[in-house]
């Protein structure tokens, strides 16, 4: 048995039956990192020797006898752009090269609590702001299917060490689909939480009225155990809810009987790749032979929902980027003269292109005199979107679309074309717009055999119907019990 | 051709809050460069602001105490601008939902009451500061004020002179001291203003080209900026100069202001409302809350002292400016001294030795107690009103008791009519031409004798007392 294959309660099972040992786990899954990564790099940073030694500590408390939580000994990795306490973290960017942040992440903090033995940092697209991590300053992640092909982004370092076995399970972040896109990708769960649910606090902001952080995990199960663990209200977050807390796994019934399901038909028309059709097609299928009933409905701004989203999510992005200014910490160009030339030839070299352009945009829709003509109609599109979100979860208690329109992606396919880039963002963006909950499962694979996901939205904090969704849609489906196969260039299996 | 002045001011004013706005720093000032500092105040990678309640309860109490009506939703926005000692890159503020507006303070120059109205009070958070070598070769950023939170606290423009504009600082800073709200130490930057400024000629409507002068450090800044502004104004129209929109640096040593910026140049702050932040709710139950818990305020306390202690109007507006000289006063009359008695020596001789040492009502360094018996051995004649200076200049000094003073610098009174006549006696006999004189009806002579009497006492003798005396003792000789 290859320990680094199973799911995080695969191995609870068996640490509590004391058939393995924490250590054995995160050992397995280092080894593997260690063979898959000089083809995946999916790592920006490696922290394997306190993994371990995490890894020991829940092993002694195991051998005490004591009781251990579901993730505790599982071995986790972070998106790079959750601050660790005294590990780097850079977003991948050269703007923040050598930070080290002085404080951790709440759902850092959350993960160590757990016990959970954090592997490193994963790459991703510069500050989460792209769909396969090749904006990265460092590297490009490949996905683990097929590497000639993007993992999918922003939190492509998390869903394709996921996949690949080189970390059982990964927190990302979803602004636009950052968590949902890149799962799809790699045939992974991932999980966008109601906005407000997850605190923000230690997340390096990108657009902070669309940021939630989320699990990337290998089922569902997986995925409300991790959502349990960083669920809770945090006074250093003002937009985190405080709510009664929730078993999320109690949502794992398998029923779905008499549930009412909504087909978002736009985004079953034009431009979708046949496979992908088919398989979300044959999805709903599944849906309405478990007892669920079916029906379609059109989105009322769906097309306005994009770019209403790269207008919010760069106005707040131009604002939030602008303390990398080279004062205090991260890069500092080394030619100036004078504070402008210190903060333009800053942040002229710390940043890359798609970053400069977001912040371009942003800047742009905030200016005096294109305020009135972007940011507040692309708010009063957001107002629009909410309410049709409204009215639609008056009809369906949660409502189905494809990921993504297509699968993965050539390394290099799309980069030079921003626009095209963007659409892959199509499916996803309207939940982050409207703050709700969102999930994408594996449900088949493209004639290439690269994966599918598909999408399931639920109105603000439903974040139990979906999972219950899901996983009734994964008991009887069974995709995610395929593992990635990872070949070298030659086609051969390493 | 006369012109009028038109001046609205903008006035920030640090509150006295024991943490920052958006962190758990503490405000206090003075303390090392940065060490007031946490990863949320110097804009750490994702750090978010949590808003400190008690700047909202603060700013609700200026509101409410400068008559304005409270807003029940207030955002907050960011105001976007690269700056060291921003941060963040954005100060957080409160761009069209001000947490209270509509408010009014009355003022009264030359005895007649004048309203100025206050556009609107919002809450923001301050900068750092920039610390510049004495080399100039490099700048350094101290972060212990980045955070604290501010009111901003502007005006409609009904301010017509440098002697209302001061009226209504002086009222503007009893009110946040009565309240305690804030400190309002100008020299440690916790009040600070702007001055907006037009002229215009006499009976016109149309508002003058404005100018914004920054930088205005006190009171006697403001005065001095407001007039130099209006008459640099009035002569640019006069001589057909031109005047332009333009934001002006005041130059206090040099009396002088500067342009900093065209209207062109003005910048663009691309405000929008902060996505990490949430709404501040208030509820109508925390405003009545806020409302009882105001203190008397000057305008009442003033009134109250013109009918309970019979003081006039300008007396008591002297009094009550200063929240400590108020309660100072106070506590002098419930030590029994008079009320008049306190004011005279508060709004003069004290008044005149704090302003000699640049120092405030609180810097006083006697009670009022102290000040009481000092009145009381005057009262009573155990000193003369002369040696009552002398005592209080020495109790400014040492704070020690009046008595004390008094004996050790034997400044007791002679009232003793025994010993006064034996001196009289001996002046009367030293001085027959003086004598002669006063029968031959100079009045005048009088006045020398007693003057020889006070000096044979060394000037401790009681000089009613040696009037009295010396007249029946001339009087007995006719
Ligand atoms: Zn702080």
């Keep these: 048995m290859n320990y680094y294959d199973l799911t995080a309660h695969e191995i609870h099972e068996l640490l509590v039956k004391k058939e393995v040992t924490s250590v054995e786990v995160t050992n397995s899954v280092i080894e593997r990192a260690e063979k898959t990564e000089p083809y995946i790099e999916s790592y920006l940073e490696r922290t394997f020797e306190c993994a371990v030694n995490t890894a020991r500590k829940v092993d002694e408390k195991i051998a005490k006898g004591e009781d251990i939580s579901p993730l505790e000994g599982v071995p986790a990795a972070l998106k790079d752009n959750l601050c660790t306490k005294g590990v780097k973290t850079t977003c991948a960017s050269k703007m923040l090269e050598n930070f080290v942040p002085c404080y951790d992440a709440f759902v850092v903090k959350k993960i160590k609590e757990q016990n959970s033995p954090v592997l490193g940092k994963l790459n991703m697209d510069e500050f989460a702001m792209g769909s396969s991590t090749e904006t990265s300053y460092f590297k490009t992640t490949k996905n683990p299917y097929d590497i000639n092909k993007v993992p999918g982004g922003s939190s492509g370092g998390c869903a394709a060490a996921v996949c690949a076995g080189s970390a059982v399970y990964a927190l990302g972040s979803d602004t636009g689909g950052s968590i949902r896109q890149p799962a799809s990708f790699c045939g992974v769960v991932g999980l966008k939480p109601t906005y407000g649910l ?115 999510s760069g106005a707040e992005a131009s604002s939030n980027l602008a303390r990398f200014d080279g004062i205090r910490y991260g890069y500092r160009s080394k030619k100036y003269e004078d504070l402008t030339e210190l903060y333009k030839n800053t942040r002229s070299e710390g940043f890359g292109a798609e970053v400069k352009r977001r912040i371009l945009v942003g800047t742009y829709a905030l200016s005096a005199g294109y305020y009135d003509a972007y940011y507040k109609k692309a708010q009063k599109i957001r107002t629009v979107i909410i309410n049709d979100f409204n009215e639609q979860f008056e009809k369906f208690d949660f409502i189905i679309t494809p990921t993504t329109l297509s699968t993965a992606f050539s390394i290099g396919e799309k980069i030079e074309n921003p626009l095209e880039m963007y659409l892959n963002d199509l499916c996803t963006v309207s939940v982050n717009i409207a703050g709700l909950p969102a999930i994408s499962i594996p449900c088949g694979f493209d004639s290439g055999g690269m994966p599918i996901g598909l999408h399931i939205i639920g109105k603000a904090l439903s974040e139990e119907t979906i999972l219950r969704a899901a996983y009734a849609f994964e008991q009887n489906t069974r995709f995610n019990k395929k593992r990635a196969i990872v070949k070298n260039k030659e086609g051969r299996e390493i | 051709m006369s012109y009028e002045t038109v001046i609205g001011l903008e006035i920030h004013a640090e509150l006295s809050t024991a943490t920052k706005m958006y962190c758990g720093c503490p405000t206090s000032f003075g303390s090392e460069p940065n060490m007031h500092c946490c990863p949320i105040c110097l804009a750490m990678p994702g750090t978010l602001p949590v808003l400190n309640k008690k700047a909202v309860e603060y700013a609700i109490k200026a509101g409410l105490a400068m008559n304005c009506s409270i807003t029940d939703m207030g955002k907050q926005d960011r105001k976007n601008y690269f700056y060291p000692d921003l941060p963040k890159a954005y100060q957080i503020s409160q761009l069209d939902t001000p947490i209270c507006v509509n408010g009014y303070i009355d003022i009264t120059p030359g005895g007649k009451t004048k309203r100025i109205r206050i556009n609107r009070i919002h809450i923001e958070e301050d900068a750092g500061k920039l610390l510049h070598d004495a080399a100039g070769s490099s700048t350094l950023v101290d972060y212990n004020r980045g955070g604290t939170p501010l009111i901003e606290i502007v005006t409609e423009p009904d301010i017509s002179s440098s002697e209302e504009a001061r009226l209504f600082l002086e009222s503007v800073k009893a009110i946040l001291q ?53 008459n640099r104004h009035i002569e640019e129209i006069e001589y057909g100069g031109k005047l332009i929109q333009e934001t002006r640096r005041w130059d206090d040593a040099k009396g002088e202001s500067f342009s900093m910026r065209g209207k062109e140049e003005a910048q663009d702050y691309r405000y929008f409302p902060d996505p990490d932040l949430v709404y501040i709710a208030v509820s109508d139950e925390m405003i009545a809350q806020i409302k009882n818990s105001l203190p008397e305020l000057p305008a009442a306390r003033k009134e109250r002292y013109i ?138 002579a009088i006045g020398y004798l007693i003057g020889q009497a006070m000096r044979a006492t060394k000037g401790q003798g009681n000089p009613q007392i040696i009037a009295k005396l010396l007249k029946d003792e001339l009087d007995k000789n006719i």
């Design chain 1, 198 to 312: 997850v605190s923000r606090f230690g997340c390096v902001a990108f657009a902070s009225s669309l940021d939630q952080i989320g699990p990337i995990t290998r089922d569902v199960t997986d995925c409300a155990n991790v959502l349990n663990s960083i669920v809770a209200h945090d006074e250093l977050d003002s937009t985190s809810l405080d709510i009664p807390k929730v078993d999320y796994t109690k949502a794992l019934t398998g029923d779905i009987r008499g549930m009412k399901i909504g087909i978002a038909a736009d985004y079953i028309q034009d431009g979708i790749n046949e496979d992908v059709k088919k398989a979300f097609l044959s999805a709903a299928e599944t849906f309405k032979a478990l007892g669920a009933q079916v029906g379609e409905y059109t989105m009322k701004a769906a097309k306005y929902a994009l770019p209403a989203y790269y207008i919010i």
């Design chain 2, 178 to 230: 009565y309240i305690e709200v804030s400190d309002c130490k100008m020299e440690q930057g916790s009040l600070r203003c702007d001055v907006n400024i037009s002229v215009r000629k006499k009976g016109e409507n149309k508002l003058g080209t404005r100018t914004e002068m920054k930088n205005i450090n006190s009171f006697k800044a403001a005065v001095r900026a407001i007039d130099f502004e209006s």
């Design chain 2, 307 to 444: 009918g309970e202690y019979n003081l006039t109007p300008y007396d008591a507006e002297q009094i009550t400016n200063s929240k400590h000289l108020a309660d100072f006063f106070e506590e002098c009359i419930s030590c029994g001294a008079t009320p008049k008695t306190v004011c005279n020596w508060l709004i003069g001789d004290i008044a005149k030795t704090l302003n000699e040492k640049n120092a405030e009502p609180a810097d006083i360094p006697f009670s009022p107690a102290q000040l009481s018996k000092l009145i009381e051995l005057i009262e009573k004649g155990t000193i003369s009103n002369t040696a009552g200076k002398k005592v209080l200049s020495e109790m400014f000094e040492k704070a020690r008791n009046p008595e004390e003073i008094v004996k050790e610098l034997g400044l007791v009174q002679i009232s003793d009519e025994s010993a006064l006549l034996r001196i009289i006696t001996e002046v009367v006999s030293a001085n027959p031409k003086s004598v002669e004189d006063y029968k031959a009806g100079k009045d005048k």
